[in-house]
């Protein structure tokens, strides 16, 4: 027997896996996984002060149901508030399923100090053991109402130890006792208070309001990688579609440029490159070889020698490159900001250029 630790997380997730758990090697090291369903509530509350709603007699309540899937009708929604205060003086109770996870393995060579970097690293190691676990379930299921996982989704992950313990394909054998509760404070800063914006930005905000426009793909993509980033902490897919953000804004500017300037072809690559439709030129165009070569064609301008293009390039475009090409996944939440924040700076060096066309 030797010494295992075990990590327990629960997410608000719902994996219907059967209780004998799942014995397998993840990175060089063996681990065991077991899940639990436990059914419970999500809380809204619309008062920060007073819970007093919750189980007040006198509260108004509605109650909402829907059918299970089995032809079932099951209570899925409960509004409670005072009646004489109004619905938001109250709160929303929503039963729901969370799922606990408990990930075991055996302890190695200096991790049996477990002192706080042993922890930290541990702590990242099954983290990523879950994210893996987790992400092969929705391969297999497709269950749409299990996302990827973030581990501020895990307010506090209990940490527990065992001296006298076996691990097999069979399951777990041994007594366990709590070592430590590990308190994940990511999610913490939804309590800070947000200043109000700046009176250029308001007067930009109404602008757009009035204007009836559309967000553009682009903008909209730029939006999805910012909250895949900085909320999900997905800065993989942060990346690609900062990458397709930018291809998108380009292509679309070199149309409306050519149907703005009459352009019906656009020289091909080399100097015997054929000319070709602009169309099929900008769709089948690369970012880097064609489409700036495209944009200098039409603006006489080479952008590809700014400081602007090559952070983009260092910081966005050869990170994406690896990522779809070879597979990389060591990225970081730095990597995502930098990929994002010098995509921003070139398309605003590039709206500066073309005086701002309506792409939308």
């Not at 909250?227 to 149309?255: C, H, M, V």
Request: net charge negative.
């Amino acid at each position: 027997m030797q010494k295992v630790i075990m990590f327990k997380y629960v997410f608000e997730i719902y994996l219907s896996l059967p209780s004998e758990g799942f014995h397998f090697n993840y990175r060089n090291r063996s681990v065991f996984i077991n899940t639990e369903v436990i059914k419970g509530n999500l809380l809204q509350s619309y008062n920060r002060d007073n819970y007093n709603w919750l189980n007040k007699k006198d509260s108004h309540i509605y109650k909402f149901s829907v059918d299970n899937n089995q032809g079932v009708m099951q209570d899925a929604r409960f509004i409670r508030f005072d009646n004489e205060k109004g619905i938001y003086s109250g709160g929303v109770i929503e039963p729901t399923h969370y799922t606990q996870i408990c990930v075991f393995s055996l302890l190695k060579g200096n991790e049996y100090s477990l002192d706080e970097g042993v922890i930290t690293e541990l702590k990242s190691y099954f983290f990523d053991t879950i994210k893996y676990f987790i992400n092969n379930y929705r391969r297999v299921l497709n269950e749409n109402d299990v996302p990827k996982i973030n581990i501020s989704n895990c307010p506090v992950i209990e940490i527990q130890t065992s001296d006298n313990c076996v691990i097999s394909n069979d399951g777990i054998e041994g007594d366990f006792k709590i070592f430590k509760y590990d308190f994940e404070l990511s999610g913490i800063p939804k309590v800070f208070e947000k200043r109000v914006p700046e009176r250029d930005q308001l007067d930009t905000f109404n602008a757009l309001l009035k204007s009836g426009q559309e967000i553009s793909m682009h903008e909209m993509l730029l939006l999805d990688a910012k909250e895949n980033g900085q909320i999900y902490g997905r800065y993989d897919i942060s990346i690609i579609q900062i990458g397709t953000a930018l291809e998108i804004f380009l292509k679309n500017l070199l149309i409306y440029e050519c149907n703005r300037r009459s352009i019906t072809e656009l020289a091909g690559r080399g100097k015997n490159g054929k000319p070709k439709f602009y169309l099929t030129a900008i769709y089948e165009g690369s970012i880097k070889d064609d489409l700036f070569r495209f944009f200098y064609d039409i603006f006489k301008k080479n952008i590809k020698g700014s400081k602007t293009y090559n952070d983009w390039h260092v910081n966005a475009y050869e990170l994406r490159n690896k990522i779809v090409h070879n597979a990389y996944q060591n990225v970081t939440d730095n990597d995502a900001s930098l990929a994002f924040d010098s995509t921003k700076e070139l398309i605003e060096e590039i709206n500066k250029i073309v005086g701002g066309a309506d792409l939308s």
